[in-house]
């Protein structure tokens, strides 16, 4: 019982590990996201920018 302290301590590292991981994650996965947005609308272009030539051709 007297040892609480080191319990509370110890509990609480751990804690603020998992939180300051999961802030990480959160903040690269919002990263990675908006990559991908980027892509997307980039590739789709491509594509418009690829149809448009072929629509002349028989």
């Not at 080191?6 to 990559?35: G, H, M, N, P, T």
């Amino acid at each position: 019982m007297e040892h609480f302290g080191f319990l509370f301590a110890a509990y609480s590292i751990i804690f603020a590990a998992i939180f300051l991981y999961v802030i990480f994650i959160w903040r690269r996965q919002s990263a990675l996201d908006k990559e991908l947005r980027a892509l997307e609308a980039k590739l789709a272009e491509m594509e418009k920018k690829g149809s448009e030539g072929k629509t002349g051709e028989g």
